[in-house]
């Protein structure tokens, strides 16, 4: 079974600052990982994703993740929060093996940015 | 772009009554999913469907069916509609499998009163 843990359900930062979404994963295999999105009222937009290579992802909107397989995390990070960074992040996490179909999410973490 | 389109945004039902939420995609997925989405909860499987007439059930379909007469479209159906079905209910589409992208449409927010 695949499940992902977003341990914070609200993460508070001032403008400008750094800004880090905590997720870790559990998979039986190799994971696919991804990060979405979510403004008031709408539906999920795709941020990044780790399929395999580079521990470092780049995704749209200045954010960035970083895998770490001995942690099983994938932190989304920012180095400056913007106001209109404020939404609901979602951590998903999908078996690599042959199979699997099934994105699992977390429960998600509301970011506040203050300014 | 991706555009996946849900019929309604907002909707407001009666217990028992038959409710139909539809989903359109424009990129010729094969691949479509319907979600709810509950505060706390994260977002949940509904259903999917990998091709134009097979569905799967994924963590929670009791309640809920779904149709796919065609590529492109992709319905929900609540049979009769009860109060613990009010919640957000997303629509997804994407390529075949692997780590390709899910797209979402904006959402269809339903109360049952």
């Known amino acids: 079974a695949q499940s992902v843990a977003q341990p914070e359900d609200q993460v508070n930062v001032a403008e400008g600052n750094p800004l880090t979404v905590k997720c870790t994963y559990s998979?039986?295999?190799?994971?696919?990982l991804f990060w979405y999105v979510q403004y008031p009222n709408r539906g999920l937009q795709f941020l990044l994703k780790?399929?395999?290579?580079?521990?470092l992802v780049k995704g749209s909107y200045g954010f960035e993740a970083e895998f770490n397989k001995s942690q099983t995390s994938f932190h989304l990070k920012k180095p400056s929060a913007l106001v209109s960074d404020s939404a609901l992040y979602f951590c998903?996490?999908?078996?690599?093996?042959?199979?699997?179909?099934?994105?699992?999410f977390g429960k998600g973490t509301k970011l506040s940015v203050i300014p | 772009d991706v555009k996946v389109t849900q019929s309604s945004r907002y909707l407001v039902k009666r217990t028992g009554e038959k409710v139909f939420l539809e989903c359109v995609q424009d990129m010729d997925h094969e691949n479509m999913f319907w979600y709810r989405q509950d505060p706390g909860l994260g977002l949940r499987l509904i259903y999917f469907?990998?091709?134009?007439?097979?569905?799967e059930k994924g963590d929670i379909p009791e309640g809920y069916s779904v149709s796919r007469e065609k590529k492109e479209r992709f319905s929900l159906i609540l049979e009769s509609a009860s109060t613990n079905q009010t919640s957000m209910y997303l629509c997804a589409s994407s390529k075949t499998w692997g780590a390709n992208i899910q797209y979402f449409g904006a959402g269809t927010r339903l109360s049952v009163l």
């Open positions: 998979v039986s295999g190799n994971p696919y």
């Open positions: 998903a996490v999908r078996d690599s093996g042959a199979g699997s179909y099934q994105l699992t």
């Open positions: 780790y399929i395999t290579g580079d521990n």
């Open positions: 469907s990998y091709d134009v007439k097979m569905k």
